[in-house]
């Protein structure tokens, strides 16, 4: 995996807020075949569990969208949420 100048600056801003970075290199992904684009949503909380929900009701079922949004309703804060977002689906 390459990174270009774009991906060190997003790492290190990351970095600088939430302290250490999850190493991307082999991302376990449980729905991998599952893909979200986030990038330009509306960053409220609500609404990131809403459209991953949606996607993955669509791409694997109620069962799996239910499981999802118990899980996501659980997480303590908001960079949980999104942590657990992209290890639940790929992120774009």
Known sequence: M????DDV????????QIGEVPDTGSPEVRYPNV???LV??????????????????VAIGREAEKAFT????DCDS????????QRTVIVE
């Open 9 to 16: 600056e997003l790492t290190e801003l990351l970095e600088s």
């Open 40 to 57: 330009g949503e509306d960053g409220n909380a609500f609404n990131l569990i809403g459209v991953v929900a949606r996607r993955i009701r």
């Open 2 to 5: 390459s990174y270009d100048r």
């Open 70 to 73: 118990t899980e996501a309703f």
């Open 35 to 37: 893909t979200v684009k």
């Open 78 to 85: 908001y960079d949980e949420l999104l942590a657990f977002i």
